[in-house]
């Protein structure tokens, strides 16, 4: 469909070198972008229509009318927020003979791999509640459905008791993944197609998998080996643009303990699950020389957001302690 597209594909057709640098890096350094399908909207906002109740459906006497049924639909607004930044660098850095690598190109690399962190950090942690020019992440919106009374989209490991290390021991270890397993099930289909997590518990779960025999792995657009488990992706979310700071970190206490953590299940697909929107796609502006000042400047601008159209599309694990802690 005309409008839709990842930035997997786009990077494949992409012929403008400066926005194909742009598109790679944020691919590198973002596995979600690598599967989020974008929308365009043209608009900084859009309706999304979700199914709420289900007509009355029943049987006919002979000669009789079959009595009407009714559904119910309903509406969702998803809105824009306006991402982007200014590659800048000073002319004399740019003239500068005793340089190894180009200042802009380097500069840009730097950039871009700041906004594909904002973006992962975003995508778990955005709340326009505290902050109105971010949109909303994973973390919010699952709360939001469980509000709505889609209560089992949120799972706790240990059932609200203080949690033990998933490796602690083999009897552990499998009760975590039955529970990973009833998140999983959560999801429409029952099959997810990523599993976020932070690195730790991508690690433990990893050596999990691999004692069970359970572990599979899969390629990413560079070659990189992906874990999966059963058909679902498992993804470690990253770090911070300060290259430290987990997007998920396991200082959650929602289980009952003191150093937990979430993961986060996922489903993508427009206008039926979960989807990324944007009112056009991502431009990347080289404007060369500024008039007022001695700078080099490139601007790199992507009005985007998030959109989900199924409750069923997402879910949380949460509880988890990614270690052998007892």
Known sequence: MAGEFTLVELSKIETDPGRKSVIDTLLMESD?????????????????????????????????????????????VENISLMGAFFDVDKAIVRAKNTSVNPRAINQVMMTKAMAYKFNDKFINGNPESDPEEFKGLEQRVDDVVTEGFTGQSIDVAGGSTTEGIL??????????????????????????????????????????????????????????????????????????????EILAEDETKGGGTAEVSIYFIKFAIGEFFWGIQEYPL???????????????????????????????????????PTNAS
């Open 283 to 321: 431009e990347v502006d080289d404007k060369g020389l500024l008039e007022d000042k001695p700078i080099y400047r490139t601007e790199v601008d992507w009005p985007l957001g998030l959109a989900m159209a199924d409750q069923y599309s997402i879910a949380r694990l949460y509880g988890v302690i």
């Open 32 to 76: 979600i972008m690598q599967i989020v399908p974008w929308e365009t909207i043209g608009a900084l906002s859009t309706n999304v229509i979700r199914m709420g109740t289900l007509p009355s459906v029943g049987f006919r006497k002979v000669n009789a009318g079959f009595s009407v049924g009714t559904s119910a639909l309903e509406q969702k």
């Open 168 to 245: 602690n021991s083999s009897a552990i270890s499998l009760n975590f993944l039955n529970k990973f397993d009833q998140a999983m099930y959560q999801i429409k289909g029952h099959n997810p197609d990523f599993a976020i997590m932070n690195s730790n518990t991508l690690l433990a779960i990893r050596a999990i998998l691999r004692k069970e025999k359970l572990l599979d792995t899969t390629k990413d657009f560079f070659d990189r080996t992906i874990d999966v488990y059963g058909n679902t992706r498992l993804i470690d979310i990253g770090v911070t643009a300060d290259q430290t700071t």
